[in-house]
């Protein structure tokens, strides 16, 4: 079983930057993809972006690529999602996910169904 949690949220103007961290517990193993995902009230969870440790492959949604970072520290098995350039249609509730094993690829790691584990969430508001 992992845990995972996720912290960083919180109110930030259009224009700035946040970011998120996603600390992974429990029986940790070496290799597993970690998706972010989003969800606007009403609306299906989103993926943003994902990363694969065992050879650092990234995926984004066109929605977030160039403003977003997807980005891992082994050592600390947390998982981090960078965003900059921040939008009022960025304002939703983020997750971290964990598909292990890494059955992700670029036709599917954004489908939240093939994710094993989540978060519970972290808001983020973009609000002047």
């Known amino acids: 079983q992992l845990q995972l949690a996720e912290s960083g949220g919180g109110l930030v103007q259009p224009g700035g930057s946040l970011t998120l961290s996603c600390v992974v517990s429990?029986?940790?193993?070496?290799?597993?993809?970690t998706g972010w995902f989003r969800q606007y009230p009403g609306k299906e969870r989103e993926g943003i972006a994902c990363i694969v440790s065992s050879d650092f492959r990234t995926y984004y949604a066109d929605s977030v690529k160039g403003r977003f970072t997807i980005s891992r520290d082994s050592g600390k098995n947390t998982m981090y999602l960078q965003m900059n350039s921040l939008k009022s249609e960025d304002t939703a509730i983020y997750y971290c996910?964990?598909?292990?094993?890494?059955?992700?690829?670029?036709?599917?790691?954004?489908?939240?169904?093939?994710?094993?584990?989540w978060g519970q969430g972290t808001q983020v508001t973009v609000s002047s």
């Open positions: 429990g029986d940790t193993r070496e290799h597993f993809a």
């Open positions: 996910a964990v598909d292990y094993p890494v059955e992700i690829a670029a036709h599917n790691w954004d489908n939240r169904f093939e994710y094993d584990y």
